[in-house]
Structure formats: C-alpha cells, structure tokens
C-alpha cells in the first residue's frame, strides 16, 4: 500500500525579552541555578502574575508578519498538572482564546514549487523549568531559572506531507522569528524547540490517522530523523496488523528512535480554565497599527527584491535572505562595492560562508567586515587585483590583517598592467623553454597555457592575465 | 450525583492527594453531598446567559519590560526541604 | 487601655497618655494571659512587636507618623510576613517562614502600626468555624462552647476579646463577615480589587478580598485608609483614587434608600435574629432612612455557585503546595508521586482535601461545561440581581448570618450543613461587591450582626451608614464577660 505521511508542529519560539512573562525576574540564559528565579517563579504562596506587556507586542508583530488574525481579547487559562519544574502545579498559556489566529506561511518545496502552511494560532504562555538527570543520590535536581520565561507557541495545520517539508517549515519559522527580533533562535539553549504531531494514512484516504506526538525536537536535522523514523514505525506497526495508539512519544537522538513517553501519559486531563490572578488581554487597534509600523521587511518580500534589484537567482536570494542578518550583510557590502551585485552575491556566498560554515560562525561573528569585503572587491574592479589574488587578500583579511589596501601594500600583490614589464617576464620564460617554444610553434597549441602558467608564475601571480594572454599570443608567433 | 468510592480515588489521583482506604467512604459520601447541592445549579435555565469569569470586568494590566527582581536563591532556599548545588531535590523523575 | 478603639488609641498616644511600648506590652499581657483559652493567635511576635512599638514611639516623639502610629494589630495568618512563620492554619505551611512581605503587611507597617502577632484561622481560609485549622479550633469569647466563625475567627476572637484593638480578615465567602457577626464586632469586606491580594496566600483568586476587623466602624475607616489602594503587583487591583474613608463618616443618613431583599429573610432565618435585624432597621428609619422591598431572586443559587466556582480555583491554587520548594514535605518519598501524594495527603486537613477534590472533579473532562461553565452564567445572573436592586436603593440589608454562633462540633460531621450557613454572605463575593457586618444585637449571650451591601467602590457610604447607627446603639461597646 502506499501511505501518505500527515504532519503538524507545534514550534515553542522563547520571546526575547529582559524579564519574564509574569514576574521581573531576568531571563538571561545560563546563569547559575535558580538565581533568576524570583518568588513569583517559585510560585510561592500568595505571589500574583502580571503580564509583560512587550511580550503581547512580540506576539501581535508575529501575527502581522504571517498575516493573521490578532485577537481583540484572549484570555490567559491554567493548564493543570503536576510536574517538578512547574512550580504552580498549572501552566499558565492561553486555551480557548490565544492572542493570533489564522495565519499562514509559504515554504519553498524541493521541486522549486511552492506550498502554503496554515498556521492554526499562536499563543502566549510562560516555560516550566528543567529537571537535571544528573545523579545526585539518585534524585532528580531543579531548576527554575527558565521557569516564567515567555513563550509563543507557534501551532500550524497538519498541511505538511514530508520530513523536509516539516524541516523546510521550522525554518522558514526560525528565519522569521529572527527577523522579527523577537526570538534569537538558539536551539542549542532551547530558545526554539518543536514537537511534532505525525500520522499516516493511505494515500487516497480523506480521514487522518491516528498521531503521536514527539516531544521536544531541538534541531532541524533531528526534526527530520525523529519524524522519518516515526512514520517508519507507524506504516511497518500497521502493515504488521497493528495500530498507532494515540500518545506523547521521545526522540532519543542517540539511538535515533522514538520511544513512549508514559509518565506523560497517565493523566492528561489538564482541567483548563480562565486564570483568576489575570483579566482578559485587550489589544486594541491603536496598539496593532503601532506595531505594524515596527515591522521590518519580510524575508519573501526581501528576497522578490533582491530577485529584481540585485539580478540574482532565486537559489541565491533565497540563501542571502535566509536571515535577517545575512541580507543586510550582502546589501551592505553591495553598497560600500558600489554595484556589482552579482559579484557581492558570488563572494558572499562563496568565499565568506564557505570560511564561516568551516569555522562554525555566525554571520555576525564574521572576520571580515561587509566594508572591508567591498574594499576588496572595488580592488578587482579596478584591476588592481585579480580574482586568484583577492581570495590572498581575503585570506589574510579573514586572519586580521587588516583592510584590503593594507594588505595589498604589506603583501605587495598588486596586479601588474604595465605591459613593459609583463613583456619583461614574457621574453624570459620564452628565453627559458626554448623546447617548448619549438613544439608550440609546430602546432602544439595547447601549450599556450604551459606558457601563461609559467609567466603568471614569474611574476608571482601578480600579472594582469588578459594582457598575459594577449601580449604572449604576440610574442609566441 | 453520587460519587463512587472509585470515583474518589480517581480524583485523588488526579489532585495528588493520598487518601487512607479507610477515609475513603466518607470521602465519598461528603463529596456526593457537596455535588448534590451543587445541582441545584440545574434548576435555571442558562442558555443565553454570557459567562462571568470574573468580579472586574476590566482589561488586563500590563508591566513594562524591565527587571525588577534579584537574585534571593540563599534566602528562598532557606526554607526548601531539600536542596543541592543550588538545586531543589525531588526523587527521581523517569521521563 | 486595652479598653479603646484605635482612634482613642490614636489620640492618646498622640497626647502621650502612653507610649506605644507600653500599650504594645500591655497587649502581650493580655494575650498571655486570655491566648490559651482561646487560641486565637497561632504565633506572637513580641521582639517585632516592641520593636515596632519603640519606633513609633521615636516618630511619635518628632511629632510625626499617622492615624496608626504605633497601634497594635493583629493580621490574620494568610498573610506573608518576612521571617515570620506564616502558617495559613495548615500543617502544610506549619514550617513556612515567608521569604517575603505581603502589601497589606508593608502598608501597615510603613502607617507605623505594630504587629502584635499571626491569628488563627481555619486551614486556607476554608471553614466557616474556625475548626479546619490544623492549630485547633478557635473558641468564641462570648461564649467558649460557641465557634467564633471562620474562616477568620481568630482575628474576631483577638478583637472581641480585646487581645488586639483590630486585626486584618479575609473574606472569600463571608470569612471576615460571619466572624465580625459571631463576635460582635464590625468586619468590612472591601470591593473586589479594593485591597491588594499580594501576599495574601490565595484560596480562590477571583472571591479573595482582604479587609479590616475591628470594634467601630470608625476603626474600619481607619484601617481601610492604610489597606486600599492600587498595588502594582497584582493584577486584579484596581488603579482608583482611595477616598478620605472618616471625612464622611458623620453625614446624615437621612433619605438613604434601604432595601430588604425578601430572600434574606425567608426559611431557614432564626427567628430571633430576624427579629434583631427588624429592630436595626426600625433605628435606620428613625434616622430618616427609607426602606423599600427588593427581590435578589437567584439568591438560593449562590451557594450551589460558590462550591462550585471557590473549590475550583482553590483546587489549582494549592497545587502549588507540592513538597518541592518549601512546606511539609513527607518523609522518605519512594518516588516523585509518592511525594506528592503523601505530602499533600499529609500536609492537608480533610476539609482542605474535600474542596481540592471537588474543584478537580468539577474542572475535569467531560464535566467543565455542567459544572464550571453553568456557575459561571449563574455568576452572572446573582451579579445582575444585586445591580438591578442597587439601581433602586443605596444600600442593602439583611442579617449577616441565618443564626448566632453554633456550638463548637455541632456541624463538623456536615460539611453542606456548615457551607449553608454562608448564604447571606456569599453572593456578595461572587458578585464583587462591598459590605460590612456589624452588631445588631444578642440571642441570649451570642452576637449577631446586620450586613449592609453597597455598590461597587461605595466603601465610604458603608462605612458612614454604619457610623451613623453606632451613634445611636451600644452593641458595639459590649464586651464579653472574663475579657473587661
């Protein structure tokens, strides 16, 4: 039979706010445990949430950004349970009424089409804390400094229909939290984590399957495992006369397998309801069109326009919009190059992230910044370097030798166009292979390269190679 | 609406609440009082009336963003049945 | 001394008649010597007390500090003190020294008043008897065979037995009413958001109002002066001007609009109390008040309502209380659940158990729309009814409780019996509104109370129409026997 995967995710995107959600506790990772665990996060007795209104702000520009409903009031629920890093014994989130609804989003498919994701809601909740597995007497360690720290649940429809498209999903997300500066993205510190809801069905068959849910997915490469080994199960336990049981699975990335997750499983009535300690959240208009003016340019939009404006293939938009910070690095270097778009392109995506990919930096750690990129690349345009020696000049740009003036000076790699002194060189390789000369002149010439290899040699790669190749076209004859 | 000896288990289970076998009997017919005088709610026909969930129906207030607490781990912990490296003890958790 | 309200206190230390260490001392006395039969006070804070006390005597010396500077008063222990043992009445918190200050705690304490100690109550404030507290029951100076009421009955005890000149209540449901009405005293419940919750461990977070108990009305306007007021911390308080509650404690009462809503005083009403309350009202007439029948139809519901809607948030309020960050805590946990279980099974008394149960059994599947959801619209309607009455007349009246004080154990068998005991008090809560018990009279030698209800915000008129009566009554000088 041929089965059709059925994928939905939910994405947990930390707000990047000082404070928490409902208490002004910091919410700066890695700090020693629970000192940034205020009363309020402890939920000690008697302590009362009060709501971070920049949170609500963060939450209203990611619903503009996908084009969804912002809700006029949304209500704050509890969600019950017990569990050792959530310090109330109830969550507080939104249930019934969250704050964005109905929103979508468009991920490129591999094929170069394009598929729309919907995006169900997104709601405004506070993170539990951690609990350390570590040993210690055989006990389980808390922490709750991460407890209180604001959270959007990002919740789109089950329109996805492959592991890559899911990936594809997640990091069409992760781009945009990121341009919209309201989520820095760490998944390594668990700033942007995701569970996902997978099921299958035969292909042909209008009624979904029956899903589990992987918990606590915190990589795109992970996303893509957990979830291929998912549907793997559940096909091989169907076809095998059995059935998916509804339930709350862990992805062990070790043994790349996802396992039952019973200790969730046991109770799992969470008894909502409206939160007591906090009214209804109002946003008014006023508040959403002062927003919206705070919105940056768009990661599609950005790219249409860097399509138009810079010439570019949407292969290499795509990659140069791929984060906020990127694209403005590409636009800056464009600038300060003074044109050349397609040249900034090549070199941006050749050169520096080549070299940054291999030292595992951030665009914003790069070496080499975009003015002293463009500074070299105006020196290929006035000829003063070739492109083999601008990747020197990189090079030593890349180890902190300065600007690209310094180190044509220091390295003395200027492009020589004298042709007195090219014809210099010429006439001495020639003088040096008198062999060759001999075959060359008896037809053989295909060793015109031997001779340009040996001249650019000669002068030490510095020699203009247009006028090499045709000052020693001349001088071969 | 009677509840069951059963049924009190199960909520104790659900409110992580150790009640003694021998209690459980009266839990039951206690809560079954309470539920019956609840039903009286049943009475009044409440099918066009909006929900009130709260006294003030006002909006919510927000704070600004900014960092009012300190770090009181010495202080907070000082009263914590268990505690080490900073962190609080519970028996261990099997996820 | 022990003799005055506090704004006889006021004057006098003003006029140092007395210093506020001697009257402080003098208070500590007494709670030495009367506490034991009563049990009113589960910790007294003497060192902090007198400390207080030599402070406000220094203001007082400059001729500086307010209406409350270095009066003794007693809070309720509901409310976190910093380094001081706040209990809630429950083993649970029987180790729980709070780490932090509750608002009405520092509001007091920056008006200079101090702190004589924490007073009993029942156990989360869930009791109408004061019999819930894991500290032992309360006993009623009017009568030590009587319950003092609850749930802050041993606020009511310390004032009625004149072991603090006022005290600090909460009222969730009637807690600082029934007791104010069980001991003769005056109790204000204050509008919903009026008084900061901060720091007041909660019980059910959309009913809980902190408020003052004290002698006189007049005491009350005092108090509220220092406890009202917008607090940042909380979210549900509400960012309003506080009047001047004493400037307008001495207007005339005359065309004041009462109404008697004929549901307070049907089945179920003591026939003697009725017979007080009538009294009371004939003396509001003679000050020039009009009195008018009101119907509160959907009055038989709030009860039903209230154990719906109170058990439910107190249930997911007290998960907190899990044996992890602080409060008892087991011994020799096997795992994680046992450790839950046992130390809330342990830490908690049975009535606390009874309403966490019902509040997780009314939330959970299947049954939120029945239970919770429907007493949510019937919330509505007994809100609606109040509105509507209060369209008509200033302010409402009825009897506080449907009987003077019970004896103590006669309802503990019963918990349905107990929470009706309750119904006059109750719709006040889930509407929100404001309103004050005071005395009204004796049946034998147990005290009853008169409650007005007034609008929302409409403290100040409460307050003044309660003055105005106690210009004209005694009840409220009479103390108990053994206690002069």
């Known amino acids: ?477 | 609406m009677a509840l069951t000896p059963s049924d009190v288990k199960k909520i104790a289970r659900l409110a992580r609440l150790a009640v003694a076998g021998e209690d459980i009997p009266a839990y039951a017919r206690n809560l079954s009082n309470i539920m019956g005088l609840v039903e009286q709610m049943n009475a009044v026909d409440t099918r066009e009336v909006t929900p009130m969930a709260h006294p003030l129906e006002l909006p919510a207030r927000l704070r600004p963003d900014q960092i009012s607490e300190t770090n009181q781990r010495e202080l907070f912990q000082s009263i914590a049945p268990k505690v080490e490296a900073g962190l609080y003890l519970v028996p261990k958790v099997i996820e | 001394m022990h003799t005055k309200t506090i704004a006889e206190l006021s004057r006098a230390l003003k006029q140092r008649e007395f210093s506020s260490e001697e009257l402080t001392r003098a208070c500590l006395r007494r709670i030495e010597k009367h506490n034991p039969a009563l049990n009113c006070y589960i910790s007294v804070t003497g060192e902090r007390a007198l400390a207080q006390a030599r402070a406000a005597d220094a203001s007082l010396a400059k001729n500086e500090g307010g209406a409350l500077t270095g009066v003794p008063i007693a809070q309720k222990d509901i409310f976190c003190t910093k380094g001081v043992k706040t209990s809630c009445g429950s083993r649970m918190l029987d180790n729980f020294i709070a780490p932090y200050d509750a608002t009405t705690v520092e509001r007091f304490d920056a008006a200079g008043a101090v702190m004589l100690g924490k007073t009993n109550m029942d156990e989360f404030a869930m009791g109408s008897s004061n019999e819930t507290s894991f500290y032992g029951a309360v006993k009623n100076p009017w009568d030590t065979a009587a319950v003092p009421g609850g749930s802050s009955g041993g606020s009511a005890a310390a004032v009625a037995a004149r072991l603090a000149p006022a005290a600090t209540g909460t009222d969730t449901g009637g807690s600082i009413r029934q007791p104010a009405a069980l001991c003769n005293l005056t109790g204000l419940k204050p509008t919903y958001g009026r008084v900061s919750r901060y720091g007041m461990i909660a019980f059910a977070s959309s009913l809980d109002q902190g408020g003052p108990m004290a002698r006189t009305a007049e005491d009350c306007a005092l108090l509220m002066q220092v406890m009202a007021g917008f607090d940042v911390r909380d979210s549900t308080s509400v960012d309003k001007p506080v009047p001047d509650y004493t400037a307008t404690l001495n207007d005339s009462i005359k065309g004041l609009k009462i109404g008697l809503p004929r549901e307070y005083f049907g089945a179920g009403l003591d026939g003697k109390v009725a017979q007080a309350i009538d009294a009371a009202v004939k003396e509001y007439e003679k000050l020039g008040a009009v009195v008018k029948e009101i119907s509160l139809p959907n009055t038989s519901l709030a009860v039903p309502v209230y154990y719906v809607i109170a058990p439910a948030e107190c249930s997911s309020n007290l998960s907190r209380f899990d044996g992890v960050r602080y409060g008892y805590r087991c011994k020799d946990p096997q795992d994680l659940l046992d450790l839950y279980e046992r130390s809330r099974g342990e830490g908690f008394g049975a009535e606390v158990k009874r309403r966490i149960m019902v509040g997780a059994y009314v939330l959970s599947a299947g049954y939120y729309d029945a239970y919770y959801l429907k007493a949510q619209k019937l919330r509505r309607l007994i809100s609606d009814d109040f509105k509507r009455a209060l369209e008509q007349v200033d302010v409402i009246m009825g009897p506080t409780a449907p009987t003077v004080a019970f004896n103590l154990g006669e309802k503990t068998d019963d918990p349905v019996t107990m929470y009706l005991s309750d119904i006059y008090t109750i719709a006040v809560n889930l509407a929100g509104l404001p309103a004050i018990s005071l005395p009204a009279g004796f049946v034998g030698q147990r005290p009853l109370g008169l409650q007005i209800i007034g609008n929302y915000f409409d403290e100040p008129r409460l307050l003044n129409v309660a003055h105005q009566y106690q210009k004209v009554t005694d009840w409220h000088t009479r103390t108990p026997k053994g206690f002069e």
């Not at chain 1, 940054?356 to 080499?368: E, G, R």
Request: aromatic content about 8%; overall charge negative.
């Open chain 1, 1 to 477: 039979m041929e089965w059709e995967t059925v994928i939905g995710l939910e994405i947990h995107a930390q707000l990047a706010t000082r404070s928490k959600i409902f208490s002004g506790a910091p919410t700066a990772y890695g700090a020693p445990p629970n000192t940034q665990a205020c009363a309020i996060d402890l939920g000690m007795p008697g302590v009362l949430p009060v709501l971070n209104e920049e949170a609500v702000r963060m939450a209203v520009k990611f619903g503009l950004a996908i084009g969804a409903k912002i809700a006029p009031r949304s209500v704050f629920a509890r969600k019950n349970y017990f569990y050792p890093d959530l310090p109330k014994g109830y969550q507080i989130s939104q249930y019934e009424l969250p704050v964005v609804a109905q929103g979508r989003i468009e991920i490129e498919l591999e094929d170069g089409g394009v598929k729309t994701i919907g995006i169900t809601r997104a709601h405004l909740e506070e993170d539990a804390g951690k609990s350390l597995h570590e040993d210690f007497h055989g006990m389980t360690g808390i922490d709750l400094n991460r407890a209180g720290t604001p959270l959007l649940e990002i919740v789109s429809e089950p329109d996805m229909r492959s592991a890559r498209e899911a990936v594809a999903y997640m990091k069409k997300i992760h781009s945009l939290v990121r341009y919209l500066e309201i989520c820095d993205g760490n998944m390594q510190e668990g700033s942007f984590r995701c569970d996902a809801n997978v099921s299958v069905r035969p292909r042909g068959q209008h009624e979904f399957g029956t899903r589990a849910e992987l918990k606590n997915i915190n990589s795109f490469r992970f996303v893509e495992k957990a979830i291929a080994y998912e549907v793997q199960r559940q096909i091989e336990l169907i076809e095998g006369g059995g059935s998916v049981v509804q339930e709350t699975r862990l992805y062990d990335a070790d043994k790349d397998e996802t396992r039952s997750m019973r200790s969730k499983e046991e109770a799992h009535d969470y008894r909502y309801f409206p939160d007591p300690d906090l009214l209804p959240l109002e946003i008014d208009a006023g508040i959403i069109e002062t927003v919206r003016k705070t919105l940056p340019e768009l990661p599609d939009e950005k790219k249409q326009r860097f399509i138009k404006d810079y010439a570019l293939t949407p292969y290499e938009a795509g990659v140069l919009t791929s984060s906020r910070e990127l694209a403005a690095y590409y636009e800056d270097v464009v600038r300060g190059a003074g044109g050349e778009p397609k040249l900034c392109a090549n070199w941006v995506l050749g050169e520096l992230l080549g070299a940054l990919n291999k030292n595992n930096l951030d665009i914003n750690a790069s070496p080499v910044s975009p003015a002293q990129l463009a500074g070299m690349l105006r020196r290929i345009g006035d000829n003063t370097l070739s492109g083999k020696i601008a990747k020197q000049v990189f090079d030593a740009m890349w180890h902190g030798e300065g600007d690209a003036d310094a180190v044509i000076a220091a390295r003395g790699l200027k492009q020589v166009t004298d042709s007195g002194a090219i014809e210099k060189v010429i006439v001495e390789v020639i003088k040096k292979f008198p062999e060759q000369l001999a075959q060359y002149r008896g037809g053989q010439e295909k060793l015109f390269t031997f001779f340009v290899g040996q001249v650019m040699k000669a002068s030490q790669g510095k020699a203009n190679p247009a006028q090499v190749n045709a000052l020693l076209k001349e001088k071969l004859r």
